[in-house]
């Protein structure tokens, strides 16, 4: 029984649970991000604060917060979330609504997406990301593959989804609306959904999507801007015409760490939502090819994982948190690059923010929990 106890624990231990690959690229991304920031971040913060250091040292604090919440979420035990999942969605849910309660939520660029409390902000919608993967992956667990009763196995996670969808487009949210359907639509994939109903929702869905599109002048302006930039220079195309200049002055071999220039008032969000155009002017096309490769072998890693695990909600909720993070990486690179519309979502580990760096943190010990070695199966 001894031997057997010792066993267990040593099967079971910390360095067992975390893949090294992906450990190896955590660290990376983490470690570059800061760096990254560091330079894109001093001169706003100095503008604003009087402090240099304020955005860099502000995330070192999240990190710290996220490695706490990434190791809670590394040795939770998996059946115990499950069963807490209905309290999740509940909390989820109410969180969110949270956000048009004035006093509570704040308004921010026309938009409520945060709360505040204690003098900390939240942004619900980071967590509705979270919730959504865990739920998803719990439901289509339970029914390994056999949609034969799509009433039951079908519509009811559609509607949690639509629900979550409709709160975060009401804070008015598009673009991270648009990316919960994106994210659903994945595990619908990875669950072995037929294509026949991808062809009702997309018949469904992008009618509305359309209509709520062009329902706001904000975001009509942003599809200009991304069509036609060069249209109004000074307003909505400014900061797609900005990230262009500061990744086309990069160059190949890029002006150097610290040396760029758009980060000095010429770039909104430098050190946010367009933190990766600083990265590009900085560090080139070759620093541009390094990070994509960081995000690229993370996806390609957190698929590996997803395949080789046994049991059906593991393998979900792997898939889940690596097409999640990899999906949000570059969809903010694209925008940077100009590719697709200004979205307003930051890129993973890079930009500032406690919400999104903390919730992804939680995400990725979720990831390691679930494809460890050394968990036992039951």
Not at 150 to 158: E, G
Not at 280 to 305: K, N
Request: net charge positive; with cysteine.
């Amino acid at each position: 029984m001894v031997g057997q106890a010792i066993l267990t624990e040593r099967i079971d231990s910390p360095a067992r649970r975390i893949d090294p690959v992906m450990a190896a690229l955590l660290f990376v991304m983490v470690l570059v991000g800061l760096g990254v920031l560091w330079s894109a971040s001093w001169f706003r913060a100095e503008q604003l604060y009087g402090e240099p250091m304020r955005f860099l040292m502000r995330q070192i604090l999240w990190v710290l917060v996220g490695l706490v919440a990434m190791t809670i979420a590394l040795f939770i035990p998996l059946e115990l979330l499950r069963r807490s999942l209905p309290m999740l969605v509940l909390v989820t849910i109410v969180v969110t609504v949270l956000t048009f309660i004035p006093g509570v939520s704040a308004r921010y660029m026309g938009a409520r997406r945060w709360i505040v409390l204690f003098n900390v902000s939240f942004q619900p919608s980071e967590l509705v990301k979270l919730t959504l993967v865990l739920y998803l992956a719990h439901i289509f667990s339970r029914r390994q593959g056999d949609f034969s009763d799509p009433l039951h196995t079908l519509v009811p996670p559609a509607l949690v989804a639509a629900l979550f969808a409709a709160l975060i487009l009401l804070q008015n949210d598009f673009s991270t609306a648009i990316f919960i359907v994106a994210i659903t639509l994945a595990l619908f994939f990875a669950a072995g959904v037929p294509y026949s109903w991808f062809i009702r929702m997309f018949v469904f869905v992008l009618p509305i999507a359309g209509i709520v599109l062009f329902a706001k002048e904000h975001r009509v302006r942003r599809i200009i801007a991304f069509l036609r930039p060069e249209s109004d220079p000074a307003g909505s195309g400014f900061q797609v015409l900005a990230a262009r200049r500061a990744l086309e002055s990069g160059g190949f071999w890029g002006r150097g760490i610290g040396q760029g220039v758009r980060k000095l008032g010429g770039l909104p969000e430098a050190q946010s939502d367009f933190l990766f155009a600083v990265l590009g002017e900085e560090l080139g096309f070759l620093g541009i090819l390094c990070v994509l490769g960081l995000f690229l072998a993370f996806t390609i890693r957190g698929l590996q994982l997803a395949q080789r695990q046994d049991d059906w909600f593991r393998s979900l909720v792997v898939y889940g948190v690596t097409i999640s993070i990899a999906l949000q990486a570059f969809l903010n690179i694209a925008v940077v690059a100009g590719a697709v519309p200004s979205t307003g979502i930051p890129l993973p580990f890079f930009s500032s923010g406690g919400s999104s760096l903390v919730v992804t943190f939680v995400m990725v010990g979720l990831l390691f929990n679930a494809s460890g070695t050394g968990v036992p199966r039951v």
